[in-house]
Nanobody, 115 residues
Framework: QVQFVESGGALVQPGGSLRLSCVAS????????MGWYRQVPGKQRELVASVTRPGRPNYADSVGGRFTITRNNNKNSVYLQMSSLKPEDTAIYLC?????????WGQGTQVTVSS
């Protein structure tokens, strides 16, 4: 069972930027696709970005052009650079494999976009 620890969330004004980090307790090299998800209370968890082992990214339409996902297999880490943030980006952000392994969810990191 892999444990993911997310960090980097904060309160930021609309139009601002944040960089989220996710560190795994063991190697992610065997996980072909890693993803960043977000969760808003009362709504279904959403996959916002994913990246393959070689580094090919994919984005949800809601964040395309604003978010950039990268991974460093040597550091067992996945990152999400977020820019031009909007209030609707407010959520808890979590990382996991794609599709997710239910037992591997971490606590996530809270991102709040508000003036």
């Amino acid at each position: 069972q892999v444990q993911f620890v997310e960090s980097g969330g904060a309160l930021v004004q609309p139009g601002g930027s944040l960089r989220l980090s996710c560190v795994a307790s063991e190697s992610i090299s065997s996980i072909y696709v890693m993803g960043w998800y977000r969760q808003v209370p009362g709504k279904q968890r959403e996959l916002v970005a994913s990246v393959t082992r070689p580094g090919r990214p994919n984005y949800a339409d809601s964040v395309g052009g604003r978010f950039t996902i990268t991974r460093n297999n040597n550091k067992n880490s996945v990152y999400l650079q977020m820019s031009s943030l909007k209030p609707e980006d407010t959520a808890i952000y979590l990382c996991n494999s794609v599709p997710p392994t239910e037992t591997d969810w971490g606590q996530g990191t809270q991102v709040t976009v508000s003036s």
